[in-house]
């Protein structure tokens, strides 16, 4: 059996693709040959194909699978798929399938899901082997293993195909506003899915929606406050991370240091101390394990050159740009915090504009590059740009791709680079021309 996935360098694709590829499945790929994607490297060292034209890859014995950013009746190879009556499947239709035969973990949320699924993997990787599908580009198949972490998408209601034994929701927050139309439609999709549990629902109970949610399953609450079943208490944070005790039910469970910075990421580690507790993990086990993690890809990834640390991140809602320059601060509360933002989707700059500035605002100085717009209309939001969020900042300015030396003067600072886009190009621009200034 082969399977032929089309889309493959998108992180979501290409975590699947390693997956089955470490299954023991003939994995091959089509995508687009101009753009480089981090995810391209990954694939090649698993000796997964990539195509880019014409091929004879597909035969009677292929199950296709595509990603839904290509549409079933214009792409060429989903055309002649149907010709040939193979199996056709959308990416969440085909983890719907996988979920069924694993005893799944579903980690959602509108924030944090790939740093928990990224997380919770790493420890039972350590502690007894898993499988598991991240947002950030990592797949990985476990032969010995009968469980499967999973990053479940709300987007469209995608997470609906799986069926899971645990729903993790780190949180419920307004986003996707070409699709969601109210809070309420966005809290019916997670109340839908969270019945779809089979054993528990793990929800922090600090976010205000997730108490409105009516479920059939269990629901155990985690976070700060005093109320909740997995509480931390005595939180330090400090600038080499966070360390902090965890109660549940009011009967001490562990202590935990954490290598990673900000009230997000605490919440988002006692979502997965959560779920191995329920698992009856050992908590020393799950702490040391703990200690080791290095956080999930584009998640606060720092480089260093000179006095100057550049952080990419994947930040893309107003919440994640705020939590992502908080996190610097605490880390780095000596230097100046300058952040370089490239937004996705008009529809989301035109409903957060004034929430995406408030976040900003949190910086020394914020840039703002020209808005993504590859699944909407540019005509659509004349009026919507780059300057529709300059406009409402402190300490405002744009930037594009060929205009690095905007940055090139700072000097003890730290420079974020958050996007869900290819921001990267900026960056790598940038860090060429800082290390030809400092050599």
């Known amino acids: 059996m082969k399977y032929y996935m089309l889309g493959i360098k998108g992180t979501g694709m290409s975590a699947l693709a390693l997956l089955l590829s470490d299954l023991g499945f003939n994995v091959v790929g089509y995508d687009d040959a101009k753009e480089h994607r981090f995810t391209e490297d990954k694939l090649l060292e698993r000796n997964i194909k990539i195509y880019s034209d014409i091929n004879d890859e ?7 699978i595509y990603s839904p950013a290509l549409r079933l009746d214009e792409h060429s190879e989903l055309i002649k798929a149907k010709e040939m009556n193979l199996k056709i499947y959308e990416y969440q239709e085909m983890l719907g399938k996988l979920t069924k035969m694993f005893k799944t973990i579903c980690i959602s949320g509108c924030h944090g899901k790939t740093t928990t699924t990224s997380m919770l993997s790493h420890i039972m990787s350590d502690m007894e082997g898993c499988n598991y599908i991240i947002g950030d580009g990592r797949g990985h198949g476990d032969k010995n293993s ?69 479920v059939n399953p269990q629901i155990y609450y985690y976070g700060l406050n005093s109320d909740n079943d997995i509480e931390a208490r005595d939180v330090e944070y400090r600038n080499d991370g966070t360390s902090f005790d965890v109660f549940i039910e009011n009967e001490y469970y562990g202590h935990f240091d954490l290598p990673l910075f900000g009230k997000h990421m605490l919440l988002n580690a006692l979502a997965v101390i959560a779920v191995c507790h329920y698992e009856r993990m050992d908590a020393r086990d799950v702490a040391k394990s703990l200690k080791t993690f290095k956080g999930a890809e584009r998640r606060f990834k720092e480089t260093v050159i000179g006095n100057n640390i550049i952080i990419d991140d994947y930040a893309h809602h107003p919440t994640e740009v705020k939590v992502t320059i908080k996190a610097a601060r605490q880390k780095y509360p000596d230097k100046k915090i300058i952040a370089v933002f490239k937004p996705h989707t008009f529809s989301r700059v035109e409903e957060f504009k004034e929430e995406f500035a408030q976040s900003l605002n949190l910086a020394d100085k914020a840039y703002v590059m020209d808005i993504n717009y590859d699944r909407e209309k540019k005509e659509d939001y004349p009026n919507t740009n780059a300057y529709t969020i300059i406009n409402l900042l402190d300490n405002g300015d744009y930037i594009e791709q060929g205009m690095a030396d905007k940055l090139i003067d700072y000097d003890n600072a730290v420079i974020l680079f958050m996007s869900s886009k290819e921001i990267y190009l900026l960056e790598d621009e940038y860090k060429k021309l800082l290390e030809e200034k400092l050599n």
């Open 58 to 64: 597909m035969d009677s014995d292929t199950i296709v």
């Open 146 to 214: 009968n469980k499967l972490i999973l990053e479940a998408c709300e987007y469209r209601r995608h997470f609906l195909a799986y069926d899971p034994e645990y729903v993790v929701i780190t949180n419920i927050e307004m986003d996707h506003t070409d699709y969601y139309k109210s809070m309420d439609d966005m809290i019916l999709a997670y109340q839908e899915f969270a019945n779809k549990a089979k054993k528990v629902v793990i929800a922090c109970g600090d976010d205000p929606y997730t108490h409105s949610l009516n």
